[in-house]
């Protein structure tokens, strides 16, 4: 399974961004896909999740200016970013918790590669 991001980049304060993270490989269900992001010299903290019922979780230091979205058939999962700040740059890392039958049936997590987004005039 590979979780590939895209969409990052830089951006002006107030500007927009929307990333984008699709799955392949062999997955025989999708229970929950999500952003986390990494800043310098923070810690790694979660932005958004949305889980196959819908369900979406979002960070309150981004409640309101971000949006959480999937489209199931893509494997797809969108980080609709609004009102960018400086504070919001980062590398953003695509996670997703994934069932597969092959090789080993179980339920995995599985992390992208991060895209940066940064932010600046």
């Known amino acids: 399974v590979q979780l590939v991001e895209s969409g990052g980049g830089l951006v002006q304060p107030g500007g927009s961004l929307t990333l984008s993270c699709s799955a392949s490989g062999t997955i025989f269900g999708i229970n929950e896909m999500g952003w986390y992001r990494h800043a310098p010299g923070k810690q790694r903290e979660l932005v958004a999740t949305?889980?196959?019922?819908?369900?979406?979780n979002i960070a309150a230091s981004v409640k309101g200016r971000f949006t959480i979205s999937k489209d199931d058939a893509k494997k797809t999962v969108y980080l609709h970013m609004n009102d960018l700040r400086s504070e919001d740059t980062a590398v953003y890392y695509c996670n997703a918790h994934i069932v597969v039958r092959i090789p080993y049936p179980g339920h995995y997590e599985y992390w992208g590669r991060g895209t940066q987004v940064t932010v600046s005039s």
């Open positions: 949305i889980t196959n019922t819908d369900r979406s």
